[in-house]
């Protein structure tokens, strides 16, 4: 059976492009946006000669609005069926209140999937100088990556499978 593994983090941190990225197709809507991917949308994949299924899902944004339920609602079926957890943050805005209460979720309750710690668009050596401030989160050994470029994704892909 694939290795089914998820894309998380709040709304807009780049889960889509990393997505379409890892796959090498447009297969996930990329927009400046929040909340335009609503439902866990999966596909499969290939790496290096593995198989696998890619999750991409609509961020975790814990407000009360029917979407925002509905989207946390999605991203916690993610965090249930996932084999692994790919986390990711955005380095340009670094960690928020939201980034903090997913990270104490899944080291609270999912603690036995596999969780990789993603640091997203860092784009330029001034945001990769800013991002390394975020080991703070907990997580040891954070991918540092441009899903956009693709730098850092197969090393990152490497580890993953």
């Given at each position: 059976m694939k290795p089914l593994i998820a894309l998380v983090g709040r709304p807009n941190v780049?889960?889509?492009?990393?997505?379409?990225r890892i796959l090498r197709q447009q297969s996930a809507i990329v927009d400046?946006?929040?909340?335009?991917t609503r439902d866990r949308h999966?596909?499969?994949?290939e790496?290096?000669?593995k198989q696998f299924l890619l999750m991409d899902t609509g961020g975790y944004a814990p407000?009360?609005?029917t979407m925002s339920i509905a989207m946390l609602e999605q991203t916690m079926h993610a965090f249930k069926d996932a084999d692994?957890?790919?986390?990711v943050v955005d380095a340009r805005s670094g960690l928020t209140y939201v980034d903090l209460d997913i990270i104490k979720l899944l080291q609270r309750t999912f603690s036995e999937k596999k969780i990789f710690f993603v640091v997203n668009k860092v784009d330029n050596p001034q945001v990769a100088l800013?991002?390394?401030g975020l080991v703070r989160s907990g997580f040891t050994d954070p991918y540092y990556i441009s899903a956009r470029d693709g730098s850092g994704v197969a090393d990152m892909l490497d580890d993953v499978l």
């Open positions: 780049g889960k889509s492009t990393l997505f379409n400046p946006t929040p909340g335009v999966i596909c499969p994949g790496w290096q000669g407000e009360n609005d692994a957890i790919i986390f800013e991002a390394a």
